[in-house]
């Protein structure tokens, strides 16, 4: 007895309250309870994010869409609208898939597509195209949204968005540019989707993975107006150092397009988009929110720093940890700080080993600060995945450095090689601990998080 009530009377260690901290975050973003939040129906009205639709009207209802989390976004909606729907078709990552009843789901390739995102965008399609004026079509958009729904315009093959996908994800390219490339080389992106489903009445339910939410930018626009050209996806290849690198039927394209030779993507006034409402229903804004409120409790003030962390993952790390080294010194004995960020970094890629962003971040963060006590990050994506892995990021201290140099363990070289995955294992294997973010597919996709603690 006397032993439990020791263990009871135990103080949290700092990654345990990591773990809460990222937990808040991500049940305040479950794509499931997002949808049923915004979707709600009495009688024959249904409201959609504050917009009301009598079904009275309509002859069907159709349930499309594409992300990590459409497959929990979809279960919402069969939840809400059950036998009313008639027909129905999501693309979701492998391994992100979940139960459903009426709408069919195809599991394809993130964030290179694929030929099984070919076949699902097709199948999308196939519905869409039977779409009417007394069609009510609900889409449902989340992260990934971008590689899952693939249609290649005539001229370019999935071939060719396969290498121009992965040489700009390889060049860091951010979200904003790599999408106003494959908007471009799409059928379906940059609001030809609602183009296509014209003169249906289309409801867009997002779960955004953007910063500032920009309804362009998440899974690429389908059913939203595109303000990006022809030009600007050259200039995003040429800025890259991509030009002679790409597919020379990519490169041509668009060329082509900037010469006004290929039909842009749709724009503010299309026709289809006086029948379109896009409606966010999910955001890391709320994710940190949930984080702030939870610190608050554990005790720990929180800091809110900022929401479009951006840039180099490297480079974003030394921000960070220069803003963790100035709290702490500022930080009187017995005081607790929680410094809080989430966006997107990039990392381009020098090495050939395994990693993401948040597992590259972590490792330089943890560079940043060798020997130093009272400082942890936990840098993670709200998905469950960072890059090609099987973690979703990494928590680290100031005795990571120290600890696995005296292991023959050396993070510079690791780093160098961008193979941040294979130093967290090794290190975890060595030591017991688990400094691996490893949760599995979580359903839900809000970019990254990175979480704080500081205490003297």
């Known amino acids: 007895m006397i032993v439990s009530i020791k263990r009871n009377a135990m103080k949290k260690t700092q990654q345990d309250h990591l773990r809460e901290l990222f937990n808040a975050a991500l049940a305040a973003v479950d794509p499931y309870r997002a949808v049923t939040r915004a979707l709600r129906i009495e009688s024959s009205m ?51 898939g ?74 860091g390219a951010t979200i904003d540019e790599l999408n106003a490339v494959r908007k471009h080389l799409s059928a379906v992106k940059g609001g030809r989707l609602a183009q296509i489903a014209h003169p249906a009445t289309v409801v867009t339910l997002i779960l955004s993975d953007v910063i500032g939410d920009r309804l362009d930018v998440i899974a690429s626009g389908p059913t939203a107006s595109d303000s990006s050209t022809f030009s600007d996806a050259v200039q995003v290849i040429e800025k890259h150092g991509l030009k002679t690198a790409i597919p020379s039927q990519v490169a041509s394209f668009l060329e082509r397009g900037v010469a006004g030779q290929e039909p842009d993507t749709a724009k503010s006034g299309d026709a289809s988009f006086l029948r379109t409402r896009n409606v966010v229903v999910g955001s890391s804004i709320q994710a940190l929110a949930a984080v702030r409120e939870k610190a608050a409790a554990l005790g720990w003030k929180p800091e809110f720093v900022t929401a479009e962390l951006q840039g180099e993952a490297r480079d974003a790390a030394r921000l960070l940890a220069r803003k963790a080294v100035k709290t702490w010194d500022e930080l009187k004995p017995g005081e607790r700080r929680c410094l ?10 020098r090495g050939a080993g395994a990693g993401g ?87 839900t996709n809000v970019m990254d998080i990175q979480i704080i603690l500081i205490e003297r």
Request: aromatic fraction near 4%; hydrophobic fraction near 40%; charged fraction near 20%.
């Open 340 to 349: 809080l960020s989430g966006g997107e970094t990039t990392v381009v890629v």
């Open 98 to 171: 979940g139960k459903l009843s009426t709408i069919e789901q195809v599991e394809a390739g993130h964030p290179v597509p694929d030929k099984a995102g070919v076949r699902g965008t097709e199948r999308i399609l196939d519905l869409v195209r039977r779409a009417d004026e007394k069609t009510l079509v609900i889409c449902l958009l989340s992260g990934g949204g971008s590689a899952l729904l693939v249609a290649p315009l005539p001229g370019i093959t999935l071939e060719d968005k396969q290498r121009t996908t992965e040489l700009l994800l390889k060049a």
């Open 357 to 443: 962003r948040n597992q590259e971040l972590a490792l330089a963060f943890a560079m940043e600060i060798p020997g130093m006590d009272g400082i942890s990050l936990l840098s993670a994506g709200t998905d469950g995945t960072d890059g090609p892995t099987d973690a979703a990021g990494a928590m680290v201290d100031g005795s990571v450095v120290n600890q696995a140099r005296n292991l023959g363990i050396h993070p510079e070289a690791y780093l160098g090689n961008n193979d941040s995955y294979t130093f967290f294992r090794r290190l975890d294997s060595q030591t017991g601990e688990k400094h691996h973010v490893l949760i599995g597919p979580t359903g």
């Open 46 to 96: 249904l409201t959609a994010g504050g917009s009301v639709y009598d079904l009275k009207l309509f002859d069907r209802v159709l349930v499309i869409g594409a992300g990590k989390a459409a497959a929990a976004m979809a279960a919402a909606v069969e939840s809400v609208l059950g036998g009313r729907i008639d027909k129905g078709a999501v693309v979701v990552k492998y391994g992100h």
